[in-house]
């Protein structure tokens, strides 16, 4: 699985017990763990604070940082 660190809000899209899509902003530095391809063309569903959110892929790979970029700029490498 591949972490992500976010570096500006976005859009997500979570759905409730019923069904219903709710739209929600995941916050500036959040960690999201990718969980695979979501149902919503274009998205990715991703886990964030226990919780399950789709988010388009291209939002996510133009605003964030990825697990090993963060680790290599912490070591010094980056």
Do not use: W
Request: charged share 25%.
């Amino acid at each position: 699985m591949e972490v992500f660190q976010l570096t500006k809000p976005l859009q997500a899209v979570k759905y409730d017990r019923d069904g219903r899509g709710l739209c929600c902003t995941l916050p500036i530095e959040a960690r999201v763990r990718v969980l695979g391809r979501s149902t919503i063309p274009g998205c990715l569903m991703v886990a964030y604070d226990e919780q399950h959110y789709n988010i388009f892929k291209e939002d996510l790979m133009c605003h964030s940082s990825s697990r090993r970029s963060l680790m290599a700029t912490h070591a010094g490498a980056g």
